[in-house]
């Protein structure tokens, strides 16, 4: 059974940095996608940070150049550094893992993800 838990939600300032992390569990798939999405109070889920089995990272405008995701495959958790903090990063924040490496056109779908953590929440204040 796949599972992933998310950590390291909290509340910070404008300008601050959090570390979300994503423990990986039951999860045997050796090319595949994984993500960060997020969800705003009334907006859509949206796409923040993709990475994918070989390594490669896709971010969305908003995030890029502030945002980090990685992987560390020997302790099965994935990873999102967040920088430079805004009000408008204020949401709750998944990870989610397909389990086939998705194609450029399919990766930005939260639809193509097969497994989701239950969230944590990142509050940004100005």
């Known amino acids: 059974q796949v599972q992933l838990v998310e950590s390291g939600g909290g509340s910070v300032q404008a300008g601050g940095s959090l570390r979300l992390s994503c423990a990986v569990s039951?999860?045997?798939?050796?090319?595949?996608?994984m993500g960060w999405f997020r969800q705003a109070p009334g907006k859509e889920l949206e796409w923040v940070a993709i990475?994918?089995?070989?390594?490669?990272?896709t971010y969305a405008n908003s995030v890029e150049g502030r945002f980090a995701i990685s992987q560390d495959n020997g302790k099965n958790t994935l990873y999102l550094q967040l920088n430079s903090l805004k009000p408008e990063d204020t949401a709750t924040y998944y990870c989610?893992?397909?389990?086939?490496?998705?194609?450029?056109?399919?990766?930005?779908?939260?639809?193509?993800?097969?497994?989701w953590g239950q969230g944590t929440q990142v509050t940004v204040s100005s």
């Open positions: 039951g999860f045997t798939y050796n090319s595949y996608s």
């Open positions: 990475i994918d089995s070989d390594g490669t990272t």
């Open positions: 989610a893992a397909a389990s086939v490496r998705l194609a450029w056109w399919a990766r930005l779908s939260s639809a193509r993800y097969n497994y």
